[in-house]
């Protein structure tokens, strides 16, 4: 009898946690990568908010969220109800000369090199 | 660290191969200096066909029969060689960092298979090593610089597997990565692994000599 309820206990106990580990998980805040076909890494991470105010970077949203016409930027506009996946497919095409994947990585790489700061390499943003 | 990271996953890549064949280019000018001056007869019986047909002749598993003597090596080998430059060219992580820096692109193998496969070569170079120290006839040939060879093979396949699964030390697995991955670029034509060109030439010496004078197979 004490043998069935130590293992009941010890059953409840292993449930709970696994279950506090997959909710936390879930709850880092991180880049959809669902539209990939099949996602090679894990979503990168990514705090939306808290990113940009760190980076200072929540005055403009068309640093990221530009707006093109044909091929010319058009300056002081922004996309931010569009995802980068409705202008960027995920291969190139003669309309599209960035794949998706090409997009997200130029976009945030190249501003973390030029500041000295935010992840580079693939496991800091594709963390397992 | 921003900029060091820059440098050598950006322009030291360059570097690498541009050292990589001005050496060949002076390597090979220097064996036909070699040849021009001591063994120019060569040219006089030297055949495209026989050339070719030695070389595809040994590309064929197990058609040598010298090949067929040590099977097991042969065949670990063959497969060795076969995955040292079929994963580093069809790297997913090579080839989308060379996407975003020139545009270029091809087919990639999954994040999964690259991973079991980079798991062969491994377990192939740790038999390499064993071999040496097991096989009395292997064991007597070897020096020191043969384990150095080993070790520099196996250091970017190693660094490379270390970092995707992000075990531990992540920036520098990858630093260390990119390192002896150029490392190895650049000793290529100055060291042992020129035999990848030298195999070539070997065999179309031999299988020109073989076809034109002595009319027989040289495998
Ligand atoms: C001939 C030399 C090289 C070889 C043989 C090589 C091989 C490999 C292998 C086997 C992996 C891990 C595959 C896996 O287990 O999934 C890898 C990953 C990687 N390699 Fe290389 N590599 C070489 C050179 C380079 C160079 C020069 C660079 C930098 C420009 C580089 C950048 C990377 C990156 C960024 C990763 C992914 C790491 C991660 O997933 O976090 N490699 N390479």
Redesign the interface.
């Known amino acids: 009898m004490m043998k069935l309820k130590r293992f009941i206990f010890i059953t409840i106990v292993i449930l709970m946690i696994t279950a506090f580990y997959s909710y936390s998980q879930e709850e880092f805040p991180m880049v959809d990568n669902l539209i990939f076909d099949h996602p090679q890494r894990p979503a990168a991470v990514f705090d939306h908010d808290d990113h940009n105010e760190k980076a200072g970077v929540e005055e403009d949203c068309s640093i990221c969220h530009h707006v093109y016409e044909g091929k010319e930027l058009i300056k002081d506009e922004s996309s931010e109800d569009s995802l980068c996946s409705e202008c960027h497919s995920l291969k190139t095409t003669p309309e599209n000369g960035i794949s998706l994947r090409m997009a997200f990585h130029n976009r945030c790489k190249s501003c973390h090199f030029k500041s000295n700061n935010g992840p580079v390499l693939c496991g800091e943003c594709h963390i397992k | ?3 060091f ?2 440098f050598i996953m950006g322009p030291m890549v360059w570097i690498s191969f541009l050292i990589f064949f001005i050496g060949v280019i002076f390597r090979l000018i220097g064996l036909f200096k070699q040849i021009n001056a001591k063994e120019n007869f060569v040219y006089t019986y030297l055949s495209f066909k026989y050339s070719f047909r030695s070389i595809f002749a040994w590309l064929i598993p197990f058609l040598p029969v010298s090949t067929r003597k040590s099977p097991v090596f042969y065949s670990i080998s063959y497969v060795f060689h076969l995955l040292l430059f079929l994963i580093p060219i069809f790297l ?2 090579h080839v ?1 960092l060379l ?2 820096s020139m ?1 270029w692109s091809w087919v990639t193998l ?2 999964s298979t690259a991973d079991s496969l980079t798991l062969i070569v491994i377990f192939s170079l740790i038999f390499f090593f064993i071999r040496r120290f097991v096989v009395p006839e292997v064991k007597f040939l070897t020096r020191l610089s043969d384990f150095l060879f080993i070790l520099i093979v196996a250091l970017p396949f190693v660094t490379g597997f270390l ?4 075990f531990f030390a ?2 520098w697995m ?1 630093i260390v990565h990119v390192l002896s991955g150029e490392l190895m670029i650049i000793l290529i034509p100055f060291t042992r692994f020129f035999h990848m060109f030298l195999a070539p030439l070997t065999r179309a010496y031999t299988g020109s000599e073989f076809g034109n004078v002595r009319h027989a197979k040289d495998w």
């Open positions: 660290m921003h900029s990271i820059n997913l992580s989308a996407e975003e545009h999954s994040d970092a995707y699964h992000q992540y920036r990858v």
